[in-house]
């Protein structure tokens, strides 16, 4: 009986040794994993306030990893102004006005014979067939 006391308690002493040794081995890969994808979201143009990748991948390894190597690249918006359903942008709404703000082009030719451009209280001069300012967006008045 002596023998399997002995025996059943080098078991259990190396059965928990086992477990204590793989338990540590699993909480630093799942440490290192973490650290893994947070760095590849964070490559990827994630703020870090956006960034989950390190619970993506503590928690569930190589699928996060998986998860975060699939994540589209972020693009941050440059101007919330002037955008759909966005707040108007000088006083104009989406589209009155190119390119942020910029002017437009002005015509490549001269004004045709016999036309009359009309000019907008903003200076600029429209070709006659326009009822709106193509640089301010003003309507024009008669």
Same mark, same amino acid.
């Given at each position: 009986?002596?023998?399997?006391?002995?025996?059943?308690?080098?078991?259990?002493?190396?059965?928990?040794?086992?477990?204590?040794?793989?338990?540590?081995?699993?909480?630093?890969?799942?440490?290192?994993?973490?650290?893994?994808?947070?760095?590849?979201?964070?490559?990827?143009?994630?703020?870090?306030?956006?960034?989950?990748?390190?619970?993506?991948?503590?928690?569930?390894?190589?699928?996060?990893?998986?998860?975060?190597?699939?994540?589209?690249?972020?693009?941050?918006?440059?101007?919330?102004?002037?955008?759909? /359903? @966005?707040?108007? &942008?000088? +006083?104009? *709404?989406? =589209?009155? %006005? $190119?390119? /942020? @703000?910029?002017? &437009?082009? +002005?015509? *490549?030719? =001269?004004? %045709? $014979?016999?036309?009359?451009?009309? &000019?907008?209280?903003?200076?600029?001069?429209?070709? $006659?067939?326009?009822?709106?300012?193509?640089?301010?967006?003003?309507?024009?008045?008669?």
């Amino acid at each position: 009986m002596k023998v399997f006391g002995t025996l059943s308690e080098n078991f259990v002493d190396h059965l928990m040794t086992f477990f204590l040794v793989v338990g540590i081995i699993g909480v630093i890969t799942a440490i290192a994993m973490g650290f893994a994808c947070r760095a590849i979201v964070r490559g990827k143009g994630y703020p870090d306030n956006m960034n989950y990748g390190f619970i993506w991948g503590f928690f569930l390894g190589f699928i996060g990893l998986i998860v975060c190597l699939c994540k589209p690249v972020y693009y941050p918006p440059n101007n919330m102004y002037g955008g759909p /359903g @966005g707040p108007y &942008y000088n +006083g104009q *709404p989406y =589209g009155g %006005q $190119p390119y /942020g @703000g910029q002017p &437009y082009y +002005g015509r *490549p030719f =001269g004004p %045709q $014979p016999g036309s009359q451009d009309w &000019y907008c209280s903003c200076g600029a001069a429209n070709p $006659p067939d326009t009822r709106i300012c193509l640089y301010c967006g003003n309507t024009r008045r008669s």
